[in-house]
C-alpha cells in the first residue's frame, strides 16, 4: 500500500474550533499551484529527510520547518511543518511576497506547533 512507503505522512494541524488552516489555504489557491505545493509536501512524505531546495530547517525555531515551492510568474509558496507523534504536521501556509519570511507567519506557525506537546 503506498500509504506504508511514506517516511513521514503528513497531516493537517487542527485546531480546538475544528478548522484545519493548510487545509482551506490550498483549497483556495488555483489547481496548478494546489498540484505543486500538494506534489512537494508528498515528496517531503516519502523522501524524508529531505534538505534544500525542497525542505529548510527554520533558524532559532526548534522543530520547525519549511517546504519551499516555487509556483508559476515566480511566485513563492511555504507550509511551515513539523515532525509530531511520526507524522509532518502542515502548520500553516502563505504566499511569499519579500525575501524575508515576515514575522507574522512564523509566529502562527510557532504558536499552532506549541499546541501540539
Known amino acids: ?11 493537517f494541524f487542527r485546531s480546538e474550533a475544528g478548522s484545519e488552516p ?5 483549497l483556495s489557491l488555483s489547481a ?5 505545493v500538494g506534489d512537494d509536501i508528498r515528496t517531503a512524505e516519502f523522501g524524508w529527510p529531505v534538505g534544500m531546495p525542497l525542505c529548510r530547517k527554520i533558524a532559532g525555531r526548534k522543530g520547525l520547518w519549511e517546504i519551499r515551492t516555487n509556483l508559476q510568474d515566480g511566485r513563492i509558496a511555504r507550509v511551515f511543518f513539523c515532525a509530531h507523534e511520526g507524522s509532518m504536521v502542515l502548520l500553516h501556509g502563505f504566499m511569499k511576497k519579500t525575501q524575508k519570511t515576515p514575522p507574522n507567519e512564523l509566529e502562527t506557525a510557532a504558536r499552532r506547533m506549541k499546541g501540539l506537546r
Not at 500500500?1 to 497531516?11: E, F, I, S
Not at 496548478?32 to 505543486?36: G, V
Open 1 to 11: 500500500m503506498a500509504g506504508d512507503l511514506k517516511r513521514l505522512p503528513a497531516r
Open 32 to 36: 496548478p499551484d494546489r498540484k505543486a
Open 22 to 26: 493548510v487545509r482551506d489555504w490550498l
